[in-house]
């Protein structure tokens, strides 16, 4: 929330803002600095623990992009980013309102989302509360905001992928956040991720195939952070994967097919001995 401190502190600093004075940077917020051996600590400490969230932030905040502040600049200084922080502030109330969300036609996005949610117990009430584990400050700027928005949006783009939430379709998710947003934090966990899972399990799975597709997948979808999500949620599912040019996960599904065929469960690798998933 900006408080007039915060409003009179970005107008006499000069610093860019927003229609109603937020600050793109908060003053205190301190510069992010790159620690790639701070990263590989905490991705060791992930693995022997996938349940460990706030890892992951943390793994983001060692690798920060050089390009995320332009990305957030154009975004949130654009009059399609006023349009946004006016209507949707805040995206957890309105993912969560199951209720609302399912007057939308059937076959919607929304319903699409409802059920996967319903059906692997999540809310995105839930994962803002993982990120609150990892104790970062928060600073009343764009920058937040846009940060939120990447977050929210996460079990949003399962469902408009096609990616589940096993092993394979968590690391296939990780890399399609990195076409659309990219950082080194997302490839770590990603590559890394599919590369530890291929080690773990013995298997002739296109694994690789599987998430350089879905790599490529992001990097073809137009920005989703930067979309009404109200409108996306409306939208048919078929037509708004063809709008975002969302191929069939084929890949993926022949890892599945694969998996199956040689008496392997792909949604609990965790009984051949080692945790294989690593959390988005």
């Known amino acids: 929330m900006m408080t007039h401190a915060d409003l009179n502190l970005a107008v ?12 793109l940077r908060h003053p205190t917020r301190p510069e992010p600095r790159y620690e790639p051996l701070k990263a590989w600590h905490h991705f060791r400490i992930l693995l022997k623990d996938k349940e460990n969230t706030a890892e992951v932030f943390k793994i983001f905040d060692a690798l920060p992009s050089n390009d995320f502040m332009r990305r957030v600049r154009a975004l949130t200084l654009s009059d399609q980013g006023e349009k946004l922080r006016t209507h949707e502030s805040s995206l957890a109330p309105i993912l969560d309102d199951h209720a609302a969300l399912r007057k939308l036609p059937k076959g919607s996005v929304a319903h699409a989302y409802c059920d996967f949610m319903e059906r692997e117990g999540l809310s995105a009430a839930g994962l803002v509360e993982e990120s609150e584990k990892s ?11 846009y940060g939120y928005r990447l977050r929210d949006t996460h079990d949003l783009m399962h469902v408009l992928t096609g990616y589940g939430r096993d092993a394979l379709g968590e690391q296939c998710v990780l ?23 291929k080690g773990l399990v013995k298997s002739k799975a296109p694994v690789f195939r599987a998430v350089r597709q879905a790599h490529r997948t992001g990097r073809a979808c137009p920005s989703l952070v930067g979309m ?27 890892c599945h097919r694969v998996w199956c065929s040689e008496g392997i469960d792909p949604y609990d690798m965790l009984a051949r001995g080692e945790p294989a998933a690593l959390p988005a």
Do not use: K, V
């Not at 104790?135 to 009343?140: A, D, S």
């Not at 997302?186 to 991720?193: F, I, P, S």
């Not at 999500?229 to 890949?251: C, F, K, S, V, Y």
């Open 135 to 145: 104790g970062r400050p928060t600073y009343p700027d764009l920058i937040q905001w």
């Open 175 to 197: 890399l399609f956040t990195h076409g659309q947003n990219p950082s080194h934090g997302h490839l770590l966990l990603g590559y890394a991720g599919a590369w530890h899972m």
């Open 228 to 254: 009404s999500i109200t409108d996306l949620l409306a939208m048919d599912l078929a037509e708004a994967r063809t709008m975002l040019n969302i191929p069939d996960p084929d890949w993926y599904r022949e």
């Open 12 to 23: 006499n600093q000069g610093l860019e803002c927003s229609a109603d004075g937020t600050p």
